[in-house]
């Protein structure tokens, strides 16, 4: 069964960190690309990091200010997102998705246009 799950989620206070997991079942992380989205209450999707499976190049919007970074252990078949310095317009649901890597053939852009699987999210409150 083809299965994306997050953990980590969590209350942390202004300033602090997390480390959110994405655990993969069924297929192989390293085959694809990864995306990071989340999506606040009354707020569209979106993006906040991707890395190539193929060859780890990494994507992440300008006003996070270089706060999240996003890795992976190919050996649990598992990727992470390390968000420093929450703020309190971080808080959301966060969601992993994993779609077909453009890296691997070629292109120049990292996130994938379309995503083949989703996790089921993880909530993430910032607050003091």
């Known amino acids: 069964q083809v299965q994306l799950v997050e953990s980590g989620g969590g209350l942390v206070q202004p300033g602090g960190s997390l480390r959110l997991s994405c655990a993969a079942s069924?297929?192989?992380?390293?085959?694809?690309?990864i995306g990071w989205f989340r999506q606040a209450p009354g707020k569209e999707r979106e993006g906040v990091a991707c890395?190539?499976?193929?060859?780890?190049?990494?994507w992440y919007p300008y006003y996070l200010d270089s706060r999240f970074t996003i890795s992976g252990d190919n050996a649990k078949n598992t990727m992470y997102l390390k968000m420093n310095n929450l703020k309190p317009e971080d808080p959301a649901i966060y969601y992993c998705?994993?779609?077909?890597?453009?890296?691997?053939?070629?292109?120049?852009?990292?996130?994938?246009?379309?995503?083949?699987?989703w996790g089921q999210g993880t909530q993430v409150t910032v607050s003091s």
């Open positions: 890395i190539s499976g193929s060859d780890g190049s990494t």
């Open positions: 998705a994993a779609g077909p890597d453009p890296r691997r053939r070629g292109a120049g852009v990292v996130c994938p246009g379309q995503y083949d699987y």
């Open positions: 069924g297929f192989t992380l390293a085959n694809y690309a």
